[in-house]
């Protein structure tokens, strides 16, 4: 395997788990690797992927899958939107290819990809597209594994939009229940023969118009979104504020995802944190094939501490007022001790976002990037040469903020997932473990944004006054490398 790596020098513990990595293959199938950020597992990934001939490497997000493509000229699969139908100038979702054969760049990238020896592609595709399931590999990479189930999640759940349906000629009105059984007689009796319905009308128009192809992609997923949902064996929850339909499990969805592997899986993330939760999470019940690599990190504990100076902040709904308060002005303490430095405040949500922003109003080194303007703040972050600061809820994960573009980070909050989510409060009345993994899961992600290598360096403050006795009663979810950093 050590033949197959792609630089002339190893870093870290990379030799050494790509030997480990060999040897235990040998007598297990699936093997779940935790490496720290920074530790370089994509190229240990290509590495195996090389030793196994052909492989499929999976990723969650945008600017992972990119890295593969460019440092290692990997070919990749994006969706289907990505691309352009070679009939009619609109983007390949929306066209009708079945039985189309022209050699459009969509048809191009998914023969490319089915040829290629080693693909890399995301979850979605993963799932969704029928030829790459129907053509196993010798080896599944997963990256980003610890994603594996929100990924999953959301593109199985689906919400009921009755304007939007309303607009599409379709009207009805969601039963006032939560009882599922009646739920579902209303999906099955009511709305899909109507979607049905629709679609027959917009099939037999065969219009080219942009607007009726949006319909046929919108109604044609939710029914098969719905059809899913009707035939699962998951238990599921109706979100009734938001109109949603949630599974409380992945575990029949993902098994699609494994099949994938002719032979051996490798499972990697820097935060996988309790293996036993993780596969859990993904529906691994079935221990006895599985080895777990954690792997130690290797850059100093001085270049990243974190400090409890201002570990004094109480948000609970009952001590909100003051506890704002209190946010704020140990946000101001540090922001002066960090003049002419880079730097993330992590708010959990977006309501201390906006108390912060509020506060903050005359301070123009902040930045409040929203969801829909999260990448374009991030480049001004990232271009700007004053010392701006990003306060969002969203910079958890997916983000570089490598040397000189974070110096400091502020956790404000012990990253709950939010109990307003029904899922989320069934879930976690079924399994508590899960609910406690998922938040050291977030809480290890944001530390990690701002040290990206071992000569790297900056300063975490936490400030919920809970965040000891957390880690006191949750060390066993925590790694070691993470407590060496807490400076009591
Ligand atoms: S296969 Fe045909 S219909 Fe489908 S995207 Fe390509 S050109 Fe368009």
Not at 43 to 59: D, E, G, M, S
Not at 248 to 259: D, G, P, Q
Not at 297 to 302: A, G, I, L, M, R
Not at 444 to 454: L, T
Request: include cysteine.
């Amino acid at each position: 395997m050590i033949n197959n790596f792609p630089f002339e020098k190893f870093m870290g513990y990379q030799k050494k788990i790509l030997k480990t990595i060999e040897k235990t293959f040998k007598d297990k199938k699936i093997i779940v690797l935790e490496a720290p950020t920074g530790s370089g597992k994509s190229p240990i990934a290509l590495a195996v992927a090389k030793y196994f001939k052909n492989a499929y490497i999976v990723t969650s997000q945008k600017l992972l899958q990119d890295q593969y493509v460019n440092n290692f000229n990997l070919v990749e699969l994006k969706g289907k939107s990505n691309y352009m139908c070679g009939m009619r100038p609109i983007p390949a979702n929306l066209a009708k290819c079945k039985g189309c054969f022209y050699p459009c760049q969509y048809r191009k990238a998914l023969n490319d990809a089915i040829k290629s020896d080693i693909t890399i592609l995301n979850y979605h595709v993963a799932l969704m597209q029928h030829r790459i399931n129907e053509e196993p590999r010798n080896i599944l990479i997963c990256d980003e594994c610890h994603n594996i189930e929100d990924v999953f999640m959301s593109m199985v759940e689906f919400k009921i939009n009755l304007e939007k349906l309303a607009s599409m000629k379709i009207k009805t009105s969601i039963p006032d229940t939560n009882d599922m059984e009646k739920l579902k007689k209303w999906l099955n009796g009511d709305l899909l023969v109507q979607i049905e319905k629709e679609l027959n009308i917009l099939e037999e128009k065969d219009s080219d118009s942009q607007d009726d192809l949006m319909k046929i992609d919108y109604l044609s997923n939710l029914y098969s979104k719905i059809s899913n949902f009707l035939i699962s064996s998951e238990k599921w929850v109706y979100c009734d504020n938001e109109k949603s339909f949630k599974p409380l499990k992945i575990k029949s969805f993902t098994k699609r995802l494994f099949e994938m592997s002719k032979n051996k899986i490798l499972l990697m993330s820097a935060t996988v944190l309790n293996p036993d939760s993780f596969l859990e999470s993904i529906g691994l019940n079935d221990r006895s094939d599985v080895a777990y690599i954690p792997v130690p990190s290797t850059f100093p504990k001085e270049n990243r501490k974190i400090s409890l100076a201002y570990c004094n902040v109480n948000l609970k709904y009952t001590n909100l007022k003051q506890g704002i308060k209190d946010l704020n002005s140990n946000i101001e303490k540090i922001l002066n001790k960090h003049i002419g430095e880079k730097g993330v405040i992590h708010t959990t949500n977006y309501n201390i976002a906006k108390n912060i922003q509020d506060n903050f109003f005359l301070e123009d080194r902040l930045l409040f990037p929203t969801p829909k303007t999260r990448f374009i703040t991030l480049d001004q972050h990232i271009n700007s040469k004053k010392d701006t600061v990003l306060v969002s809820p969203s910079m958890t994960e997916g983000v570089d903020l490598k040397d000189d573009l974070s110096r400091f980070q502020i956790i404000c909050k012990i990253p709950y997932p939010f109990l307003g989510d029904k899922q989320i409060t069934e879930r976690k009345k079924i399994d508590p473990d899960w609910y406690i993994w998922k938040t050291c899961i977030s809480l290890v992600q944001s530390y990690g944004r701002s040290i990206r290598s071992e000569s790297d360096h900056a300063k975490t403050y936490i400030l919920d006054e809970s965040f000891k006795w957390f880690v006191k009663i949750n060390a066993h979810m925590l790694p070691k490398w993470f407590f060496e950093a807490i400076e009591y």
